[in-house]
């Protein structure tokens, strides 16, 4: 009873943070504006229900994932629907446990573990993946693993220094264009003395910007490349696509995005290949709403900016960025909130 009620425990934190995440509006990263990971707002781009032969599946959910985060903004990907089921579920469970309890007082306790146990672990605790939260696992994205932890040991990198502040960063050559391997980590000096914040270590620690670099705004992200390096266009993150053999399913949407993930650190076996170098790491996001802000999708998401605006509207408005996630192999090229703090890759003129 011992390792079922503490699994109960954390199982009830997490339905209840769950529950609250998806209908408590004070709740950061779950507001109903539309801020999220892949498109907080939409650019008017309808993503096609029609793909190739074969990919229907998958990228059915990769959209209807999409879609989700753009008209909720759910911080962990927690849909209204499933949460508020197994809330009304544990509700229901707890009821059936008052009858119990009314015919003997002494067996609440027993009635309400074993009730709800049961519909949060239907196949017991030996099917728990408690991989992601166990600091020693292998395999999975840890903020304190040492920068390089991730790289590919077998690909020969490029080396380029910033002479900004003397960071070294590793290179990667793919169809031409010489790209960083490794995301931007430069303090925006030139905005340090602003009282709007505009650049984030993820959960504010600098320590994690040394593993995962440095989350910007689309406006910072504009001026925080080298000199000789610049922030690539939609068109570059595009033409990266092509050159590394991925399928452009429609117009936001390819298949292919493994071959530029990390060997290791993404969940859910979202980790890739990293044929070239390129290392994508699931470094998250922060996100911004008119109200309320949070850091999400560590270990689970990349998104990179691309120069390319959506309009020409404020500082709220839309850009372009490259999209990332474990749960496929799928890349979306597809615009977000400029005021998110997103990952920088640059690339050289």
Known sequence: MTLKKGCLVIASVLLSAGFFACSDSSNPGVSESDVSAVGGADDGTAVSKTVLSGEEDETAATEEKAQAVEETGAAEGVGDDAAEEKALAAENAGDDADDVAA??????????????????????????????????????WHFY??????????????????TRDGMVYKTTTIG????????????????????????????DKPENCESAGRLYTWNVAQRVCPEGWRLPTKADWESLLQEVGAD??????????????????????????????????????????????????????????AATEADG?????????????????????????????????????
């Not at 003997?104 to 728990?128: Q, R, Y």
């Not at 372009?320 to 990952?343: E, P, Q």
Request: one cysteine or more.
């Open 176 to 203: 031409g264009q010489v790209w960083m391997a490794e995301n931007l980590n430069y303090f925006d000096i030139e905005g340090a003395a602003s009282s709007i914040k505009n650049d984030w270590c993820y959960w």
């Open 313 to 349: 509207g404020a500082a709220d408005s839309l850009a372009y960025h490259m999209y990332l996630d474990c749960s496929n192999d799928n890349a979306l090229v597809k615009t977000v909130r400029k005021i998110n703090g997103l990952s920088v890759r640059c690339v050289k003129e």
């Open 248 to 305: 452009s399913l429609n117009e936001i949407l390819w298949k292919g995005s493994s071959k530029l993930k990390s060997m290791s650190g993404w969940e859910n076996g979202g980790s890739g290949t990293d044929d070239f170098g390129f290392t994508a790491l699931p470094a998250g996001m922060k996100f911004t709403t008119g109200t309320q802000d949070g850091f999400t999708y560590h270990g689970c998401s990349s998104l990179m900016w």
């Open 145 to 162: 693993d040492p920068r390089g932890t991730h790289d590919n040991p077998d690909f020969a990198y490029g080396e380029m220094t910033d």
């Open 103 to 140: 015919q003997d007082p002494a067996a609440i306790d027993s009635a309400v573990l074993d009730s709800v146990f049961n519909i949060l672990f239907p196949d017991g605790v030996e099917g728990i993946d408690t991989a992601r939260h166990d600091p020693d696992s292998v395999g999975v």
